[in-house]
Nanobody, 115 residues
Framework: QVQLVESGGGLVQPGGSLRLSCAAS????????MAWYRQAPGKQRDVVAS???????NYTDSVKGRFTISRDNAKNTVYLTMNSLKAEDTAVYYCNARFLGHNYWGQGTQVTVSS
């Protein structure tokens, strides 16, 4: 069982920045593919960005050039750096870890972009 704990969410003005962190409770963190998802009220949960165990990244089109996913295997942590935030980025952001048939979720952290 892997526990994921997100932090770093909050209220930010349009155009601002936030960095989300997700700490994993496993010494095997480096073998997991990690991802950030988000879910806005009344909408489905969608992937925002992902990073493989080898460091390959992928982003949904709406965040390309604004968001960066990264990982620090020594700290068992994955990050999502979000710049140029827009109102439509408002959502609960969830951390996800996957390896073979194992799939784990964090509890989510709220990001609100509003003036």
């Amino acid at each position: 069982q892997v526990q994921l704990v997100e932090s770093g969410g909050g209220l930010v003005q349009p155009g601002g920045s936030l960095r989300l962190s997700c700490a994993a409770s496993t010494i095997s963190f480096s073998i997991y593919s990690m991802a950030w998802y988000r879910q806005a009220p009344g909408k489905q949960r969608d992937v925002v960005a992902s990073i493989t165990s080898g460091g390959r990244t992928n982003y949904t089109d709406s965040v390309k050039g604004r968001f960066t996913i990264s990982r620090d295997n020594a700290k068992n942590t994955v990050y999502l750096t979000m710049n140029s935030l827009k109102a439509e980025d408002t959502a609960v952001y969830y951390c996800n870890a996957r390896f073979l048939g194992h799939n784990y979720w964090g509890q989510g952290t709220q990001v609100t972009v509003s003036s």
